[in-house]
């Protein structure tokens, strides 16, 4: 994936979510990723999101709280790589945090009418290990949510196409 611009990861320090096979058009997925106000409609997870979608532009979210449920915390983070529609990428920079990560999304096409779907989160830094610790069973859970949820609303949309 280095046409992605992907950089290479600890693989001790990396949250992958499941693969998903979703029978909807890449640009499909794309577009419902960009489609951040909507976020609140099908996104357990992310339940709100709000950015420019520029190179280092903020992405200000609501996320839910998996380790107390029913309860939601802001996170702001950073665009750093979009790949129409194959990758969108944000970051919690080094100097903003003493817990730096960056979670890419990737879609991959598989013809006309389907396509592959997966989320990382690579914890960085000298907290990593810890952040992998404390958060990488809850972010993983966070991350196959959203992947799944993605797969239905996206094969959905595409069905009632």
Not at 6 to 24: F, K, N
Not at 46 to 64: N, R, W, Y
Request: charged share 20%; aromatic share 12%; glycine share 4%.
């Amino acid at each position: 994936m280095n046409d992605l611009a992907i950089p290479a990861y600890d693989p001790a320090t990396l949250v992958r979510s499941e693969t998903y096979i979703i029978g909807a058009p890449a640009a499909l997925v794309w577009d419902i990723i960009l489609d951040m106000p909507r976020y609140g409609e099908w996104n357990p997870f992310c339940v709100k999101a709000d950015c420019t979608l520029e190179l280092g532009a903020p992405m200000h979210m609501v996320l839910s709280n998996y380790t107390m449920p029913g309860e939601t915390f802001p996170n702001v983070e950073h665009i750093c790589a979009l790949v129409p529609h194959r990758l969108i990428s944000w970051e919690l920079r080094s100097e903003d945090s003493i817990y730096p990560a960056r979670r890419d999304q990737v879609i991959e096409a598989l013809g006309p009418a389907r396509c592959r779907y997966y989320s990382t989160d690579a914890f960085l830094g000298p907290n990593a290990p810890h952040v992998m610790y404390f958060c990488g069973a809850w972010v993983k859970r966070a991350f196959d949510d959203t992947g799944r949820a993605l797969k239905a609303r996206a094969e959905a949309m595409y069905a009632a196409s």
